[in-house]
C-alpha cells in the first residue's frame, strides 16, 4: 500500500482546534442509525458551501443521494456522536471510483478534510480501488490543493471544474 494512504478507519486523532474527531467506516460509527446523522449533517449544511450543485438541500433529496452514496465505500467523521464530514468512493460505469468529500462548515479548516482523504483512499485501497477520479471547482484553490498534495493530477478541465485523478 502506498505510504501515503496507509491509515484505514478506525482512525482517531485531534484536531486542529483541539476536538477528538474519530474516522470510521459507515457501519462502524458510534450511533445505532449512522443514516440519519449523515441526513443531519447535511440538514445543517450551509447552502453557501454546495459545490457543484451538491450536497441537495431539500430533506427527500438528501436522502435519495445517501442511497447513491452509500452504495460504495464510505467513511464518516464523528465528533462524539455528531457526524461532521463524509467521504466517499462510488464506482463509476467504468469501473473506476468517483471520489467526493463533505465537511461540515463548522469543522472546515482544521485537518479533517486532508486525515478524512487519506483514510478512504487506504480503505479504498484495501477493498480493491485502484483508480480514483473527482472533480473540484477552478476556484476552490484549498481543495485544489489538498488532492494535489495526495498525488492527484488534473486530467480534464470542464469549464468552471477540473477533474482530477490518481491511482491507488
Same mark, same amino acid.
Given at each position: 500500500?502506498?505510504?501515503?494512504? =496507509?491509515? =484505514?478507519?478506525?482512525?482517531?486523532? #485531534?484536531?486542529?482546534? $483541539?476536538?477528538?474527531?474519530?474516522?470510521?467506516?459507515?457501519?462502524?460509527?458510534? !450511533?445505532?442509525? =449512522?443514516?440519519?446523522?449523515?441526513?443531519?449533517?447535511?440538514?445543517?449544511?450551509?447552502?453557501?458551501?454546495? *459545490?457543484?450543485?451538491?450536497?441537495?438541500?431539500?430533506? *427527500?433529496?438528501?436522502?435519495?443521494? %445517501?442511497?447513491?452514496?452509500?452504495?460504495?465505500?464510505?467513511?464518516?467523521?464523528?465528533? $462524539?456522536?455528531? /457526524?461532521?464530514?463524509?467521504? !466517499?468512493?462510488?464506482?463509476?460505469?467504468?469501473?473506476?471510483?468517483?471520489?467526493?468529500?463533505?465537511?461540515?462548515?463548522?469543522?472546515?479548516?482544521?485537518?479533517?478534510? @486532508? %486525515?478524512?482523504?487519506?483514510?478512504?483512499? /487506504?480503505?479504498?485501497?484495501?477493498? $480493491?480501488?485502484?483508480?480514483?477520479?473527482?472533480?473540484? #471547482? %477552478? =476556484?476552490?484553490?484549498?481543495?485544489?490543493?489538498?488532492?494535489?498534495?495526495?498525488?492527484?493530477? !488534473? @486530467?480534464? #478541465?470542464?469549464?468552471? /471544474?477540473?477533474?482530477? /485523478? @490518481? *491511482?491507488?
Amino acid at each position: 500500500m502506498s505510504p501515503r494512504f =496507509e491509515r =484505514e478507519p478506525p482512525v482517531d486523532f #485531534e484536531d486542529d482546534h $483541539g476536538r477528538e474527531i474519530s474516522l470510521q467506516a459507515f457501519g462502524d460509527g458510534p !450511533v445505532d442509525d =449512522e443514516r440519519e446523522a449523515l441526513v443531519d449533517l447535511y440538514l445543517e449544511f450551509d447552502p453557501s458551501q454546495r *459545490s457543484l450543485g451538491i450536497p441537495p438541500v431539500r430533506e *427527500s433529496k438528501i436522502r435519495e443521494w %445517501q442511497n447513491v452514496l452509500l452504495d460504495g465505500y464510505c467513511v464518516v467523521a464523528w465528533h $462524539g456522536e455528531r /457526524a461532521v464530514g463524509q467521504a !466517499v468512493l462510488v464506482e463509476d460505469k467504468h469501473g473506476n471510483h468517483e471520489l467526493a468529500i463533505f465537511i461540515h462548515q463548522d469543522y472546515h479548516h482544521a485537518g479533517i478534510g @486532508t %486525515q478524512l482523504m487519506k483514510a478512504l483512499l /487506504a480503505y479504498g485501497k484495501r477493498q $480493491g480501488v485502484d483508480d480514483v477520479w473527482l472533480l473540484v #471547482e %477552478q =476556484e476552490n484553490r484549498p481543495a485544489k490543493q489538498l488532492y494535489d498534495d495526495l498525488g492527484f493530477t !488534473v @486530467t480534464e #478541465e470542464q469549464g468552471h /471544474a477540473v477533474m482530477m /485523478a @490518481t *491511482s491507488l
